[in-house]
């Protein structure tokens, strides 16, 4: 979605999420909002990445969770969604400092069902899942190639560097040199 945040197409996702439980909805919604709540906690807590993760996470599931409380009378969805964030900072914060908060993380929780993933879920594992794959593309064809029999085909080092026909070092050192690329590839685009 390129729309800029508060306009109608973000209003009519947050009234499928009310109205449907619509987790393509939820997931648009995530996607443009999520990197923006982050940015949002890191410009107050500079080098604090868990607790922006965290903030995003507690907001998104109050998003999920009180949809159906958002009025667009009242507020944009930007609006609305960042007033959620300053809330669910400050209630961290008092959670997490000298004060005790009220609001108890088990009841946010209690909600979501615990069969399946809920939609935050099943929208951040699409989305990580999506910045590996972006990754691997990026990655030499002899790294990739290791990384492949090893973590989705489940082989060995060792049944790796016999079907690849390169001694075992080889093999060894490739993990390792595509892991530390994968993990400069990732963080790179988280930021």
């Not at 790796?160 to 050192?173: F, N």
């Amino acid at each position: 979605m390129t729309s800029r945040p508060g306009t109608i197409e973000h209003q009519e996702l947050m009234k499928r999420v009310a109205k449907d439980r619509d987790r393509d909805a939820f997931a648009e919604l995530f996607e443009h909002f999520a990197p923006l709540i982050r940015s949002y906690s890191l410009a107050r807590d500079p080098g604090a990445h868990l607790v922006a993760d965290e903030l995003v996470q507690e907001v998104l599931i109050r998003v999920w969770l009180k949809a159906h409380t958002y009025n667009s009378s009242k507020a944009n969805v930007n609006t609305w969604i960042f007033t959620l964030a300053r809330n669910c900072r400050i209630d961290y914060l008092r959670r997490n400092g000298r004060y005790a908060s009220e609001v108890d993380a088990d009841d946010l929780f209690a909600a979501i069902e615990a069969d399946e993933p809920g939609p935050f879920e099943t929208t951040q594992q699409r989305h990580t899942a999506d910045r590996i794959q972006r990754g691997l593309d990026q990655l030499p064809v002899d790294q990739s190639n290791v990384l492949a029999k090893i973590y989705l085909e489940g082989k060995t080092q060792q049944e790796a560097a016999a079907e690849l026909r390169i001694p075992l070092g080889t093999v060894k050192s490739r993990v390792r040199l595509a892991l530390q690329k994968l993990e400069v590839l990732i963080r790179g685009e988280e930021q």
